[in-house]
């Protein structure tokens, strides 16, 4: 699957995604550049004053993994370590 194929399979399941409490969400990683064969790494923002759960967290994960087949790990942006920084603007791709 491209990343043009995952991010609209995402976008098609946007509403669900943020009913869980996600205000923007990003790609990261190697599937926000060229490389095809890895696993889908997800950067979410969480809408201020919202209750948000690790259940919500894998919830996120698996919608993302119905919709496009593909394994997929999320993290909360807030819960990212300072060091934390993609490298480059090919790093990141804001979904919505």
Same mark, same amino acid.
């Given at each position: 699957?491209? $990343? ?25 990683? &190697? $599937? ?5 064969? &890895? ?37 909360? $942006?807030? &819960?990212?370590?300072? $060091? ?13």
């Amino acid at each position: 699957m491209t $990343r043009d194929e995952i991010i609209a399979a995402i976008r098609e399941n946007a509403d669900a995604i943020k009913g869980k409490g996600v205000s923007k969400l990003a790609i990261v990683g &190697s $599937r926000a550049g060229k490389d095809y064969d &890895s696993d889908i790494d997800i950067l979410l923002e969480i809408e201020p004053d919202t209750s948000f759960s690790l259940l919500k967290l894998i919830d996120i994960e698996n919608i993302i993994e119905d919709a496009t087949g593909l394994q997929t790990q999320a993290t909360v $942006r807030r &819960s990212t370590s300072p $060091r934390f920084a993609p490298h480059s603007a090919d790093d990141i791709v804001e979904i919505f």
